[in-house]
């Protein structure tokens, strides 16, 4: 079945570089995205990826996919106080609308 | 161009009572997913709806949960008889088409079960 893994809990010291990285399962996923989640609100898209695609780069957001390992990583560089919150990857399946979400991984970026 | 939109933001209810949940989508957009997020989890999948059609339920709990997405008005999230366990907060994304590679999210609707 479909599983998305993350891990819970990322600290890091504004200035820095965040690092956020995800595995997933399903091999015929097509679409890979990253949302963030402020506490008491929505999911906002950051970015996302197609499979076929190695990198993508949005200002300060760097994707990183490896289809063989099945391994995707967020990098935000220059990370900031208002970058601290909720981070989930999901993916998407081939010939289905749905989205599996992995647990989220919570930045917390201190001064 | 107002984003999709859910109500009540927040939903306190008795167990046994009934919950109803509402989503509009975006401007132009008729396609409709609901997601349940329980508390310190990721968001689960529950149902995708077009309107007048349910296109896939397969995360639905057997019971006491439906959807429905009329041709006018809001698509409805419906839990009959809450138990404690449906405390989460749900949220509502949409898309204008089907297989569309981006899904809008709504602000949720939390929903407490005393």
């Known amino acids: 079945g479909e599983d998305v893994e993350q891990s819970l809990f990322l600290s890091v010291r504004e200035g820095d570089s965040s690092v956020i990285n995800c595995t997933y399962t399903?091999?015929?996923?097509?679409?890979l995205y990253w949302y963030k989640q402020e506490p008491g609100a929505g999911l906002q898209l950051l970015t996302y990826i197609f499979s076929n695609m190695d990198m993508k780069q949005d200002q300060r957001l760097t994707v990183l996919l490896n289809k063989k390992d099945k391994h995707l990583s967020l990098r935000i560089a220059d990370t900031q106080t208002g970058d601290s919150a909720i981070y989930f990857c999901?993916?998407?399946?081939?010939?289905?609308?749905?989205?599996?979400f992995g647990t989220g991984t919570r930045l917390q970026v201190f001064p | 161009n107002a984003g999709v939109m859910q109500n009540p933001r927040h939903l306190v209810r008795r167990r046994g009572q009934e919950a109803r949940l509402r989503c509009s989508p975006m401007?132009?957009?008729?396609?409709v997913y609901w997601y349940r997020q329980l508390p310190e989890e990721g968001l689960k999948f529950m149902v995708y709806?077009?309107?007048?059609?349910?296109?896939?339920e397969s995360g639905m709990p057997k019971e006491r949960f439906s959807a429905e997405f009329p041709k006018e008005g809001p698509s409805i999230l419906r839990i009959q008889q809450v138990v404690r366990g449906d405390s989460a907060a749900y949220f509502c994304?949409?898309?204008?088409?089907?297989?569309?590679?981006?899904?809008?999210f709504g602000p949720g609707t939390r929903l407490t079960v005393l």
């Open positions: 401007k132009g957009h008729s396609h």
């Open positions: 709806l077009q309107k007048e059609n349910i296109i896939d």
């Open positions: 399903d091999s015929s996923s097509t679409y």
């Open positions: 994304a949409s898309s204008p088409d089907r297989g569309y590679n981006e899904q809008f």
């Open positions: 999901a993916e998407k399946e081939l010939n289905t609308d749905k989205l599996i």
